[in-house]
């Protein structure tokens, strides 16, 4: 059985929208946000979708996992790709600057010796990573939690992807949890036969071999569950014809403000960027 996020009517702001105009919306700002590298701009789209967040009324006990995971992954990427290598500043244009600090480090045995060099300019190109990563997953960290799993379908269908995708974008939303939860039943399956996962020792590739009784279990689930869908499909003559749809969808007008606004910010972020030449990298002198 196919599960989803943790989804439940919260009467929001945010689910008075459609949810049509609401990807459109988040669409139509993702392609805004990638294009500038100017934290000032990049501030203006980080409080929007801050915004949209609080409007949506979710907690932190229901999003903290995927927060986490946002700001993990977001923070080792900046760290590791800017701060340490310096390898992600557009290509390396970034260089010289005012140094904050600098030191060298001498390897013992290969006496290699590594001169470390962290400029004003590289702390600020952080920062401006740090908000395009942040904004772009606020806009689409709320749609699981407050958007209807039963509206997934139609929802792709009604901004003109084919049956075929839009059922395969339907799947694939349900497939994260899904495998999430059948993950956790198998694990307290397995404990309960004396399986104990934080005592696994050894090095990587021991430590993934006595995983096995985890990931063999949750993995042959995932095919055959895949087959099922498949196969039920089939049965039912899936993509011989257009097909329709349980949930209908219609636009109000709220919906078509929504979309005509998020028009407007793309519009005029694609002027700023390649007809006015605005929003490269910027840093206070």
């Not at 007008?253 to 700023?272: A, H, N």
Request: aromatic fraction near 14%; glycine fraction near 6%.
């Amino acid at each position: 059985m196919l599960v989803s996020f943790s989804y439940r009517p919260r009467h929001s702001f945010i689910e008075r929208f459609d949810p049509r105009a609401r990807w459109i919306m988040s669409l139509a700002l993702l392609f805004s946000i990638v294009l500038f590298w100017d934290i000032r701009i990049l501030s203006f789209f980080f409080v929007l979708s801050i915004l949209q967040v609080f409007l949506a009324r979710l907690t932190w006990q229901e999003t903290r996992r995927a927060w986490l995971f946002i700001l993990v992954l977001s923070t080792m990427m900046i760290l590791v790709n800017t701060i340490i290598t310096g390898g992600g500043t557009i290509g390396g244009v970034i260089s010289g600057g005012k140094p904050l600090l600098q030191f060298q480090l001498k390897i013992p045995v290969t006496g290699w010796i590594i001169h470390y060099v962290l400029t004003r300019e590289r702390v600020w190109f952080a920062l401006a990573q740090f908000l395009r990563i942040i904004s772009i997953g606020s806009l689409f960290l709320v749609i699981p939690f407050t958007m209807d799993p039963r509206k997934y379908g139609v929802t792709f269908r009604g901004i003109g992807l084919p049956d075929k995708l839009a059922f395969t974008m339907d799947l694939a939303f349900r497939f994260i949890p899904t495998l999430a939860r059948d993950f956790q039943i198998t694990l307290d399956a397995q404990r309960a036969r004396g399986y104990e996962v934080e005592k696994i020792e050894g090095n990587l590739f021991t430590r993934i071999r006595r995983m096995a009784p985890l990931f063999v279990p949750v993995t042959m689930n995932a095919i055959l569950a895949g087959e099922d869908i498949t196969n039920a499909m089939d049965l039912r003559c899936f993509g011989l014809k257009k097909r329709t749809w349980v949930e209908s969808l219609k636009y109000q007008e709220i919906d078509y403000l929504m979309i005509g606004i998020s028009i407007l910010i793309l519009v005029g972020s694609l002027l700023l960027r390649f007809v006015f030449h605005t929003g490269d990298f910027w840093f206070p002198m």
